[in-house]
């Protein structure tokens, strides 16, 4: 079981209002998200801080995050993973949407490579953020918005009919992105990359070395570009950074 302690540091939103999107995220945890990832997660409302217990990955509800983003989760100093929500009108989604994240890549240690065909050794190792694709849409429980969040059969080589690529099915073929979604891969040149689509086009970004590049395509699949993986690379890479807003 891996258990969240949801902290509120903004006045906007008290200890009443924290419980009643907690009780709706841990619906959609036990209700939807485990039957597809068959992972037990529970998140439980905390006053403050230092009442949280120990083996909790706590996550915080702040005016200022640090970062010019909507959320962001990542691992700390001394190895215990955490999130922080920037308070907005959305941050309901946000919070589920890290929540969701951390449950299931709660180290940013999984990684994984196309599935239901034969591997190529030159096939992209994609890092697991499961509410990144489809960044941009939720849905109500209980009239609170959560994320929408992709399920394993996104990672698919080829499309299969009646199958669905997001709790939702937005999406029609594996490995697409909804509107405003990204994901984020690392080549075998060690290199890192990001895909955004944006007004139908994917913007395609590479995110380490010394520059960047970009290129939008018209083709939402064109994207999955020919990498493999070189996993030792991405041992520093301790922070998924979110665009969710």
């Known amino acids: 079981m891996i258990r969240i302690g949801v902290v509120s540091k903004v006045k906007e939103i008290d200890g009443e209002q924290l419980r009643k999107i907690v009780a709706a995220i841990n619906k959609q945890l036990a ?4 039957p597809y990832w068959a992972i037990e997660a529970q998140a439980t409302v905390f006053s403050s801080t230092d009442s949280i217990p120990k083996g909790y990955f ?15 989760h990542g691992v ?3 190895g215990v993973p955490f999130g922080k929500v920037r308070f907005s009108t959305k941050v309901s989604y946000v919070l ?16 994984r490579k196309t ?17 990144d694709a489809t960044d941009g849409k939720g849905y109500l429980i209980d009239g609170i918005e959560v994320s929408n969040f992709i399920t394993p059969d996104w990672f698919n080589k080829v499309h299969v009919e009646n199958i669905k690529y997001d709790f939702l099915g937005l999406l029609k073929r594996p490995r697409e992105l909804y509107e405003g979604g990204y994901i984020s891969w690392l080549s075998v040149q060690g290199e890192y990359w990001q ?5 139908g086009k994917l913007l395609i970004r590479k995110l380490t070395g010394s520059s960047v590049a970009s290129e939008t395509k018209n ?24 665009k969710t807003s």
């Not at 589920?96 to 990684?111: A, D, G, M, R, T």
């Open 219 to 242: 083709n939402p699949l064109a994207w999955i570009i020919p990498s493999a993986v070189i996993l030792l690379s991405i041992v520093a890479y301790l922070l998924i950074r979110k």
């Open 96 to 111: 589920s949407h890290e929540i969701l994240e951390i449950v299931h890549n709660p180290y940013l240690k999984k990684f």
């Open 195 to 199: 895909a955004v689509k944006t007004k």
């Open 76 to 78: 700390d100093d001394d």
């Open 58 to 72: 706590l996550v915080t509800i702040e005016y200022d995050i640090g970062e010019d983003l909507g959320g962001f």
């Open 115 to 131: 599935t239901g065909f034969k591997e190529n050794e030159d096939d992209p190792l994609y890092v697991e953020e499961v509410a």
């Open 31 to 34: 209700l939807h998200f485990a």
